[in-house]
């Protein structure tokens, strides 16, 4: 029988091997599936995208059945169910949590109060991609990055479409293989379009601008379009490899 454990922190770097580099990041509440062992390490294979790496044994628990979801680009956990109680910790968007009981204001959960009015359904769904995309704008970029803390241009594309319930890889240039489909060059660009570079993709804002994670600003950031492929492709990345509407 397969062993399904969930993330007990806030954020936890799912590592390329044990103490190796982060390739993306678990949220709390993220399920994993166990695929080995390695000293103190887990091998592990992330249930919301299949992404395989590996985590250290003490973030991790076993898992439980979530009753809600983070629906603000952060939140926090008190110590006690009044806004000037301790801050226990920070959740980024789209953590899960399970209660344990609730005042009029706050959902009691095993890591403090949170408040009622950062909190929906778990198994809810937000309904456009792009408005959750638009949240995490000034998020400090971040290689691997999948939280308020820091995300990558991957990150970004993947928070917006999995909290509209649409599948989504971790990696750029899986993204461009998995999600939407290819439209001809030429082709005018419109909200919610994703352009691919080799190594990079974006969000097509509206047909002008661009909405992506970048190390050129560090940051989720807005650009002008025909300027930002102008720019990339005078950096080396090279042209757009894919246009892709969903």
Not at 33 to 62: C, L, M, S, T
Not at 209 to 216: D, E, I, M, R, Y
Request: glycine letters at 10%; aromatic letters at 6%.
């Amino acid at each position: 029988m397969t062993e399904r454990l969930q993330i007990a922190k806030p954020v936890v770097d799912l590592l390329r091997a044990p103490d190796g580099p982060r390739d993306r990041q678990l949220l709390l509440g993220d399920t994993c599936e166990v695929i080995g062992h390695d000293g103190a390490w887990i091998n592990v294979r992330a249930a919301k995208d299949g992404y395989k790496g590996f985590v250290p044994q003490d973030v991790i628990a076993k898992a439980q059945v979530p009753t809600h979801r983070i629906n603000t680009l952060a939140t926090h956990a008190y110590a006690d169910a009044n806004m000037k109680s301790p801050d226990l910790l920070s959740l980024s968007f789209g953590s899960l949590i399970t209660a344990k009981g609730e005042s009029d204001a706050f959902v009691e959960t095993e890591f403090g109060h949170i408040p009622k009015q950062h909190l929906v359904a778990a198994d809810s769904l937000e309904s456009d991609p792009i408005a959750v995309a638009k949240m995490f704008l000034g998020t400090p970029y971040l290689w691997g990055g999948n939280s308020r803390l820091g995300l990558d241009c991957s990150g970004l594309i993947q928070v917006g479409l999995l909290a509209c319930g649409i599948p989504c890889p971790g990696d750029s240039g899986d993204q461009e293989c998995a999600v939407g489909q290819a439209l001809p060059a030429g082709t005018s660009p419109q909200q919610g379009d994703l352009l691919f570079w080799k190594g990079h993709v974006a969000w097509v804002y509206d047909a002008a601008t661009l909405l992506h994670a970048n190390a050129h600003h560090m940051a989720v950031r807005f650009e002008p379009l025909r300027p930002a492929i102008a720019r990339i492709e005078a950096q080396g990345d090279g042209s757009v490899t894919s246009h892709k509407r969903l």
